[in-house]
């Protein structure tokens, strides 16, 4: 499974961004999905994850400013961000798993993220 992000950019602390990746196989088009991201010098976080269900986690740093959702039919996974602040800085991937794995499995390129202040 190829996923392939995109949408980042640079933008003002207080603006919105929108990322999209969209997955290559439609075996994967009900996997388990999710967003990461990860700065230099620290482990990659997980920002939000989706079950093929809608079911949604969120990292409390994102809560309330974040939403992930999913098009199945479109096998794509977007993560709306709205609110951002400097912390949010970071390269973000988009990440699949099978449904028995516990971890994620599939990642995408990573998209730079860049909040100014």
């Known amino acids: 499974v190829q996923l392939q992000a995109s949408g980042g950019g640079l933008v003002q602390a207080g603006g919105s961004l929108r990322l999209s990746c969209a997955a290559s196989e439609f075996s994967s088009s009900f996997y388990p999905k999710a967003w990461y991201r990860q700065v230099p010098g620290k482990q990659r976080e997980l920002v939000a994850s989706?079950?093929?269900?809608?079911?949604?986690n969120y990292a409390d740093s994102v809560k309330g400013r974040f939403t992930i959702s999913r098009d199945n039919a479109d096998n794509t996974v977007d993560l709306q961000m709205n609110s951002l602040k400097p912390d949010d800085t970071a390269v973000y991937y988009c990440?699949?798993?099978?449904?028995?794995?516990?971890?994620?499995?599939?990642w995408g390129q990573g998209t730079q993220v860049t909040v100014s202040s």
């Open positions: 989706i079950t093929s269900g809608g079911i949604t």
């Open positions: 990440a699949a798993r099978r449904w028995n794995r516990g971890e994620y499995e599939y």
